[in-house]
């Protein structure tokens, strides 16, 4: 069965105080890996898509980082207006019967204090 | 511009009623999803669909029922068989199987 663990479940941070949020998963055959931002009564709004070991992608002050086991998404100097719920998803593609599903994780949650 | 659209924003239910919620797309996706939210957790899949006249239950799918008649709407109902329905409903949609879903803005039910 397809296991996505967020950590930590909540983080609060100082403006400017850098870190960094895990997304540890167990798939066959992953297929992809993705990170939502999601602000409080709004739908998840998509920030990255990893597909290989070793890949990074960069926006703004977040990086998203990928290995065989797990993800990091590395949020530099933030502001409070990062603040939201940060989610990861999995998309596992190596059984024919599994269709097109994504399974997400619990997210963290961050604050960032000014 | 192009988009999902989930209306209402916020509905009540009275117990016993059932419920339809509506999603439409119109960024030629092929899959759509239904997620249930609860407060302070992660998104559970309740049905998703892949193609026109065809979807599939996802991990939480008793009491509930969809239908996908055409490519840009996937409606979903709350029967009145779901014990919990109070809950932030997310549907989604994808253009294919490596690429990322995309959400519209919820709608919220409550069970008065």
């Known amino acids: 069965e397809d296991q996505v663990t967020q950590s930590p479940e909540a983080l609060r941070l100082q403006e400017g105080e850098s870190s960094s949020l895990n997304c540890s998963y167990t798939?066959?055959?992953?297929?992809?890996l993705f990170w939502y931002r999601q602000d409080p009564g709004k739908g998840p709004e998509f920030l990255f898509t990893l597909y290989s070991a070793g890949e990074e992608k960069e926006k703004e002050r977040l990086k998203a980082t990928l290995t065989k086991k797990e993800s990091f998404l590395h949020i530099t100097a933030p502001k409070p207006e990062d603040s939201a719920t940060y989610l990861c998803a999995v998309h596992q593609g190596a059984k024919e019967t599994s269709g097109s599903r994504l399974t997400f994780g619990e997210g963290t949650q961050l604050t960032v204090n000014p | 511009d192009g988009g999902i659209t989930q209306s209402p924003k916020y509905l009540f239910r009275k117990e016993g009623q059932n419920v339809t919620l509506s999603c439409e797309q119109n960024l030629n996706h092929d899959a759509m999803y239904w997620y249930r939210q609860d407060p302070g957790q992660g998104l559970r899949l309740i049905y998703y669909?892949?193609?026109?006249?065809?979807?599939q239950k996802g991990d939480i799918a008793e009491g509930y029922s969809v239908s996908r008649e055409k490519k840009e709407s996937f409606p979903l109902t709350v029967t009145s068989a779901q014990k919990n329905p109070t809950a932030f409903y997310l549907c989604?949609?994808?253009?294919?199987?490596?690429?990322?879903?995309?959400f519209g803005q919820g709608t919220r039910l409550t069970v008065v």
């Open positions: 989604a949609s994808r253009r294919s199987m490596n690429t990322e879903a995309f």
């Open positions: 798939v066959s055959g992953l297929r992809g």
């Open positions: 669909s892949q193609i026109v006249n065809d979807f």
